[in-house]
């Protein structure tokens, strides 16, 4: 089923550590992102890349980084987790940017508490 | 800033409609999307409205004014199944979408 691949589920990790969220994509779509969702909050993005081999900083990218090697793969990285990074973290991808209706695909979501 | 706003919860019953708002103030205005989120899975998306009036598509439909900065998402018929959150997110003038915290659909039978 063609669609967005996220790794892990759910993870508990202690502050400090570092921890790489896995997203691949299926769909051939140029463009991924990023976002966390908290409580109360609206979705807000990370990171982006437009297409494969550049990225782009969304409206909260520190303590964040990614890739973007290829087109299926766009992988999150926290380099020394801190506890107010606990999130539910999507990865997302469309088609293309700019104008027409570029619809979001997510993905089903990654849990993460820091501790 | 730019802020999006709609309400937090919402009660409704089951066959009948809700209207669920959705007020926004961006910088600039590239289209409004509609996503409905089930509880503890991944947004899906409903509509996209980029000229002013309704779009239809089944029990769902979607209004927006851009010179009010307000859209709407109608759902007719309403299922069980409609529980979910709701959400608005409009599309800035760097092409960014802009989320609004969603507004949570309760349906009692």
């Known amino acids: 089923i063609a669609g967005i691949t996220q790794a892990p589920t759910s993870q508990i990790l202690a502050a400090g550590r570092r921890m790489t969220l896995r997203c691949t994509q299926d769909?051939?779509?140029?463009?991924m992102y990023w976002y966390r969702q908290d409580l109360g909050l609206g979705l807000r993005l990370i990171h982006y890349?437009?297409?494969?081999?550049?990225?782009g900083k969304g409206e909260v990218p520190d303590g964040y980084s990614v890739s973007r090697a290829n087109t299926d793969d766009f992988p999150l990285t926290l380099a020394s987790a801190v506890p107010s990074q606990t999130s539910v973290y999507f990865c997302?991808?469309?088609?293309?940017?700019?104008?027409?209706?570029?619809?979001?695909?997510f993905g089903a979501g990654s849990r993460l508490t820091v501790l | 800033g730019q802020n999006i706003d709609q309400p937090t919860e919402m009660t409704a019953t089951e066959g009948a409609i809700v209207q669920i708002n959705c007020t926004y103030q961006?910088?600039?205005?590239?289209?409004l999307f509609w996503y409905q989120q089930h509880a503890g899975e991944a947004p899906t998306f409903l509509s996209y409205?980029?000229l002013d009036g309704l779009e239809e598509k089944g029990r769902f439909s979607s209004f927006l004014s851009r010179s009010k900065g307000y859209s709407y998402l109608l759902l007719k018929e309403l299922q069980m199944k409609d529980s979910a959150s709701y959400l608005c997110?409009?599309?800035?003038?760097?092409?960014?979408?802009?989320w609004g915290a969603g507004t949570k659909l309760i349906i009692k039978p």
């Open positions: 997302a991808s469309s088609a293309g940017i700019g104008s027409g209706a570029n619809v979001l695909t």
């Open positions: 769909m051939r779509h140029n463009a």
């Open positions: 890349s437009n297409t494969a081999g550049t990225t």
């Open positions: 961006t910088s600039g205005f590239n289209g």
């Open positions: 409205n980029v």
């Open positions: 997110a409009v599309r800035d003038s760097n092409y960014q979408l802009i």
